[in-house]
């Protein structure tokens, strides 16, 4: 079964830090570019960073570059989000998904994992 888990959120105070980790099952990650999606109480899902499947390019909304920093370890077939200085407003549940490549279109992402819930409150 094709599956993704994400993992690893929780409750932080602004300022902090947290990893979040994205884990493959049923299939090799080494062939897929990866996104990390986020979605926050009545708002729409909103792209966060990608990293490409060719040459480990990376990307990153604006509002999170020089903040976080996505990564992927094929070994251990599973990608992570570092997220650095968390502000309130990067509460949201987080997502990752597949592609063949990044792609600035939701629709080229499939195999959607269950999200984890990531809030930044004192």
């Known amino acids: 079964q094709v599956q993704l888990v994400e993992s690893g959120g929780g409750l932080v105070q602004p300022g902090g830090s947290l990893t979040i980790s994205c884990a493959a099952s049923?299939?090799?990650?080494?062939?897929?570019?990866i996104g990390w999606f986020r979605q926050a109480p009545e708002k729409g899902r909103e792209g966060v960073s990608c990293?490409?499947?060719?040459?480990?390019?990376?990307y990153y909304a604006p509002s999170v570059k020089d903040r976080f920093t996505i990564s992927r370890d094929n070994a251990k077939n599973t990608v992570y989000l570092q997220m650095n200085s968390l502000k309130p407003e990067d509460t949201a549940v987080y997502y990752c998904?597949?592609?063949?490549?990044?792609?600035?279109?939701?629709?080229?992402?499939?195999?959607w994992g269950q999200g984890t819930q990531v809030t930044v409150s004192s």
């Open positions: 998904a597949t592609a063949p490549e990044c792609s600035v279109s939701q629709d080229e992402f499939g195999s």
């Open positions: 049923g299939f090799t990650l080494d062939y897929y570019a």
């Open positions: 990293i490409s499947s060719s040459d480990g390019s990376t």
